[in-house]
């Protein structure tokens, strides 16, 4: 199977209009209640959507702990999602699904505030990772999750919600989602993170019916 590292990130730029309260869409919302498992998530398993799996993580500040892992929801997404971007022309042969998860710190881990896990990974019929969107904000930080509703927030430390925009070709048929534990680094372009343990034998998410 080809790694992601051999498909580079599409970056777009995010067009100005946004508002500062929908940038700073702050309170709690959406969070789930869920319950971590005391052990890690056996490699090469398939997990439910709306299951919550222990897997390695660690805090925004780089700090190493389990996390409890969520996949809320997989949906595949319309091209109207690309209206407000300046390179929109680019994307117009590209299907985007949104990956909602919401990441918890684990009991007798690290007491992670802010914790975070690698993403979920896109994979084609034939094997190959699907490329990730990453949006580029006027303040010069990359994310996709303001292109995403339902997203998990929270004012409490120990939860972190998230959401992963995946592009696949219109000529492609995705096939399903895994998690390997690799973070790759803003310019998708090697592993910033890799574990081992599950590189092998990722976890396994199947499209929604």
């Known amino acids: 199977m080809l790694r992601k590292i051999l498909g580079a990130s599409m970056t777009v730029v995010l067009v100005s209009g946004c508002t500062v309260a929908e940038m700073l869409d702050m309170g709690d919302k959406n969070v789930v209640d869920v319950t971590v498992p005391d052990e890690q998530a056996k490699p090469g398993s398939t997990v439910a959507i709306g299951d919550t799996v222990r ?17 809320l929801s997989i949906t595949k997404g319309d091209k109207s999602l690309y209206k407000d971007m300046d390179n929109a022309e680019e994307f117009k042969d590209y299907t985007p699904w949104l990956v909602v998860t919401q990441v918890n710190d684990a009991p007798g881990a690290s007491e992670l505030k802010k914790p975070d896990a690698a993403p979920l990974y ?14 580029e904000r006027e303040d010069g930080k990359y994310e996709a999750r303001s292109l995403c509703t339902d ?36 310019f998708g372009l090697g592993a910033k993170r890799e574990e081992p343990k599950y590189s092998e034998k990722p976890l396994r998410w199947n499209l929604p019916r």
């Open 122 to 135: 896109g994979v084609d019929k034939d094997g190959n990772y699907a490329d990730f969107l990453t949006v």
């Open 151 to 186: 997203v998990p927030r929270s004012s409490k430390p120990g939860v972190l919600g998230e959401c992963d925009v995946i592009l696949v070709h219109d000529k492609t048929d995705l096939s399903h989602f895994e998690w390997d534990g690799t973070v790759m680094n803003e």
């Open 55 to 71: 897997v390695p993580g660690e805090d925004t500040d780089g700090t190493r702990g389990d996390v409890g892992l969520t996949v």
